[in-house]
């Protein structure tokens, strides 16, 4: 299984950005997927999860109505659209899927939200 994200970027205070999840070896709609997140000197925190059955999505209290999961099945791809984004949002955005067989991770994209 690979795990590859994109979408990252610099944006300033109240953009957007949309980083994807593209998952290969596997298929994403069997599995429950995930977003974290590492800023900067920090722990890595959970953000976002899609889970397999009925899609029920659940999100941290940090980006609660501001960001959203959402799964592509048929481009076998997992989603995080960020809106209002703000400086504390700065990190490294790494995609988490559990399938029966272990947690697989991808490499991370960078996320700089400055002015």
């Known amino acids: 299984v690979q795990l590859v994200e994109s979408g990252g970027g610099w944006v300033l205070p109240g953009g957007s950005l949309r980083l994807a999840c593209a998952a290969s070896?596997?298929?994403?709609?069997?599995?429950?997927l995930s977003w974290h997140r590492q800023p900067p000197g920090k722990g890595r925190e959970l953000v976002a999860t899609?889970?397999?059955?009925?899609?029920?999505?659940t999100y941290s209290d940090s980006v609660k109505g501001r960001f959203t999961i959402s799964r592509d099945n048929a481009k076998n791809t997992v989603y995080l659209q960020m809106n209002s984004l703000k400086p504390d949002d700065t990190a490294v955005y790494l995609c988490?899927?559990?399938?029966?067989?272990?947690?697989?991770w991808g490499q991370g994209t960078q996320v700089t939200v400055s002015s």
């Open positions: 988490n899927m559990k399938t029966y067989g272990g947690d697989y």
């Open positions: 070896g596997d298929t994403v709609s069997r599995y429950h």
């Open positions: 899609i889970f397999a059955i009925d899609d029920v999505t």
